[in-house]
């Protein structure tokens, strides 16, 4: 395994975090804690997860997630083995069960003090914000419509105070954002900026893959002049990169085959592209999905990947790709693909 830091930390993290957004849903406990115990056997040491997990998120799972890892933890009491991340959940249609009033100050406190008694532990070492309060462009919106007509007020100093205060009583260590553009990643850091006690955002956790390279517009400066580590996620881009829908197959089980409203890496540019990687793996001894997080690896931005996986052959498919080291010429490629069909599924 290769290991990073988090940003402006001396926290030590797995170039790969294991992604558990599928447990208790499309994988039991007994499956979650088996792909734990692997993981670790591998040298994973990262772990990521959310109030909202598992996906899609459902009332009557909510939280499952945690619950698990919590098990976990006390199962194997290595709490301090293991650098554990969480989210609230922002304010949306589909987390209105959770809650309907966003980052106000009672909200992250019952957010931060539930994932605790979830997660059985006394600090959580990242904890992020799983989307933005305002309205913007996330969740396959590739562009920002000018649209505020939600009357958002800024409210990212009252949320960076609250943070604050929850680090000062030792609940969370460091703070991250997720789902976030250029603009609110950088209010974010100048806040912190001109208010020195207010913590700073350390890390962002956007989608980003062969699929969709976004995150190098814009995001990718303000990662490298601000140090802000990219947790990349759905490297796969929901399993598409595995190659498992191409000629039309939607296999029995599969993630788009059970949430067939996660469609937007499989449209039309997405599969053409999805074939031309394929086409390229194959052509120099490498799977599809190795190839596909190796690129993601071995982007300077990226603090770690966040891979998920509903059984252990593919998980160990996943954590191998740490040692796919890609040619010069095999980058190129990828380049040229880029160029030819980009961002096909943001």
Same mark, same amino acid.
């Given at each position: 395994m290769i290991y990073t830091n988090l940003p402006h930390t001396d926290i030590e993290v797995s170039k790969i975090c294991l992604g558990t957004m599928t447990w208790g849903n499309q994988n039991t406990e007994a499956e979650g804690h088996?792909?734990?115990?692997?993981?670790?056997?591998?040298?994973?040491?990262?772990?990521?997860?959310?109030?909202?997990?598992?996906?899609?998120?459902?009332?009557?799972?909510? @939280?499952?997630?945690? +619950?698990? #890892?919590?098990?976990?933890?006390?199962?194997?009491?290595?709490?301090?083995?293991? $650098?554990?991340? /969480?989210?609230?959940?922002?304010? @949306?249609?589909?987390? +209105?069960? #959770?809650?309907?009033?966003?980052?106000?100050?009672?909200?992250?406190?019952?957010? $931060?003090?539930? /994932?605790?008694?979830?997660?059985?532990?006394?600090?959580?070492?990242?904890?992020?914000?799983?989307?933005?309060?305002?309205?913007?462009?996330?969740?396959?919106?590739r562009g920002f419509t000018n649209d505020i007509s939600d009357y958002w007020e800024d409210n990212i100093h009252q949320v960076l105070e609250t943070l604050r205060d929850l680090i000062r009583e030792g609940k969370i260590r460091n703070v991250g954002v997720s789902n976030e553009t250029p603009w609110g990643m950088m209010r974010f850091l100048e806040e912190s900026k001109v208010h020195s006690t207010l913590p700073r955002t350390i890390t962002v956790q956007n989608p980003y893959s062969l699929l969709n390279r976004l995150f190098e517009v814009g995001m990718s400066e303000i990662s490298a002049r601000e140090q802000v580590g990219l947790l990349a996620y759905s490297p796969l881009g929901f399993g598409a990169l595995s190659g498992k829908y191409l000629g039309n197959r939607m296999p029995e089980g599969s993630r788009l085959a059970l949430f067939p409203n996660y469609s937007r890496y499989i449209g039309a540019t997405a599969i053409e592209a999805t074939k031309k990687y394929y086409e390229l793996a194959q052509a120099n001894g490498l799977t599809l999905a190795q190839m596909s997080l190796a690129f993601v690896n071995s982007r300077s931005f990226v603090t770690s990947t966040i891979i998920g996986a509903t059984t252990l052959r593919q998980l160990e498919e996943n954590i191998g790709s740490i040692d796919v080291n890609l040619s010069d010429d095999i980058l190129k490629e990828i380049e040229a693909i880029q160029n030819l069909i980009p961002n096909p599924a943001p």
């Open positions: 088996e792909q734990i115990n692997f993981a670790v056997d591998k040298g994973i040491n990262f772990l990521d997860t959310a109030e909202l997990y598992p996906i899609p998120a459902h009332k009557d799972r909510y @939280a499952a997630t945690e +619950k698990i #890892i919590g098990n976990w933890f006390k199962k194997n009491g290595n709490r301090e083995d293991i $650098v554990l991340a /969480s989210k609230i959940a922002g304010k @949306a249609e589909m987390s +209105k069960f #959770i809650r309907t009033t966003g980052f106000t100050r009672e909200s992250i406190i019952e957010a $931060v003090e539930g /994932s605790l008694e979830r997660l059985q532990t006394d600090y959580i070492d990242l904890y992020q914000l799983h989307w933005p309060d305002r309205s913007t462009n996330y969740f396959g919106q």
